[in-house]
């Protein structure tokens, strides 16, 4: 989250005007209510394609190799970014990336599923239990 108390730069980030853009994205159904999808930086831009790191998650904890999981976009210089799932493998799996995609092919739209995995054997977490994947993303990134 951004602080902007008494920091101009980070309030222009996050103000447009009078209102306060949290990066939430949200629906609103028939009966008007809203619902809180996804955050806007969990949206993986890859080749044109919005790709929802949270649905690629919960159709990759499906699959039977996969203990772990967290999905992020990694830097592309030609579509700008590609999808990348850091994942913890269940113990004695035989993990690899070209049975993991055959399996997701079904599930989930083609320019969502990762083409690349970074196997780890454990995923980094706030006190709290949450992936920090801001970690991840440097990560990838400083490995480039």
Same mark, same amino acid.
């Given at each position: 989250?951004?602080?902007?108390?008494?920091?101009?730069?980070?309030?222009?980030?996050?103000? +447009?005007?009078?209102?306060?853009?949290?990066?939430?994205?949200?629906?609103? #159904?028939?009966?008007?209510?809203?619902?809180?999808? #996804?955050?806007?930086?969990?949206?993986?831009?890859?080749?044109?394609?919005?790709?929802?790191? !949270?649905?690629?998650?919960?159709?990759?904890?499906?699959?039977?190799?996969?203990?772990?999981?967290?999905?992020?976009?990694? /830097?592309? !210089?030609?579509?700008?970014?590609?999808?990348?799932?850091?994942?913890? +493998?269940?113990?004695?799996?035989?993990?690899?990336? +070209?049975?993991?995609?055959?399996?997701?092919? /079904?599930?989930?739209?083609?320019?969502?599923?990762?083409?690349?995995?970074?196997?780890?054997?454990?995923? !980094?977490?706030? /006190?709290?239990?949450?992936?920090?994947?801001?970690?991840?993303?440097?990560?990838?990134? +400083?490995?480039?």
């Amino acid at each position: 989250m951004v602080d902007c108390l008494d920091d101009e730069a980070a309030a222009a980030e996050v103000f +447009a005007g009078d209102w306060y853009r949290s990066g939430d994205l949200g629906r609103i #159904d028939a009966d008007g209510f809203v619902t809180v999808v #996804d955050r806007i930086k969990d949206v993986i831009v890859a080749g044109g394609g919005n790709v929802s790191s !949270p649905e690629v998650e919960g159709a990759l904890r499906g699959h039977p190799d996969v203990l772990d999981v967290a999905v992020v976009g990694r /830097p592309h !210089p030609q579509w700008g970014e590609t999808v990348v799932a850091v994942v913890v +493998a269940r113990e004695g799996s035989a993990f690899d990336l +070209a049975g993991l995609r055959a399996w997701l092919e /079904p599930r989930i739209a083609r320019y969502g599923i990762p083409r690349e995995p970074a196997l780890r054997p454990e995923l !980094p977490r706030t /006190p709290s239990g949450k992936v920090t994947e801001h970690v991840l993303r440097a990560e990838l990134t +400083a490995s480039d």
